[in-house]
């Protein structure tokens, strides 16, 4: 088993900047791929942002590319998503999601796709 624990979030004004990481713990020998995933209030949950393994390739949605940034450190067993140019519409519950991948370059925008999900932390964007 995995253990994904997010921080980061807050409220933050239009136009600032947040950085949300992600800690695995437990079986995190191996290699993973990671994604962001949020979800606002009365909304389904939606991709955000992922990354492979070897964090040589990353994916966005449309609505967050040329804003957010999904990084990685496998030496901390971490993963991070810089968010800059927050506008009210980024507001939700940010989790992040992981499942063991045998390519260090494959990545997953599809929620189903993933094993393990952290708890989640709530990002507010006020304008």
């Known amino acids: 088993q995995v253990q994904l624990v997010e921080s980061g979030g807050g409220l933050v004004q239009a136009g600032g900047s947040l950085r949300l990481s992600c800690a695995a713990s437990?079986?995190?020998?191996?290699?993973?791929?990671n994604g962001w995933f949020r979800q606002a209030p009365g909304k389904e949950r939606e991709f955000v942002a992922a990354i492979s393994w070897s964090g040589m390739s990353t994916s966005y949605a449309n609505s967050v590319k040329g804003r957010f940034t999904i990084s990685r450190d496998n030496a901390k067993n971490t993963v991070y998503l810089q968010m800059n140019s927050l506008i009210p519409e980024d507001t939700a519950v940010y989790y992040c999601?992981?499942?063991?991948?045998?390519?260090?370059?494959?990545?997953?925008?599809?929620?189903?796709?993933?094993?393990?999900w952290g708890q989640g932390t709530q990002v507010t964007v006020s304008s």
């Open positions: 999601a992981a499942r063991p991948t045998t390519g260090s370059n494959n990545y997953y925008s599809a929620a189903s796709r993933y094993d393990y």
């Open positions: 437990g079986r995190t020998f191996g290699t993973y791929a």
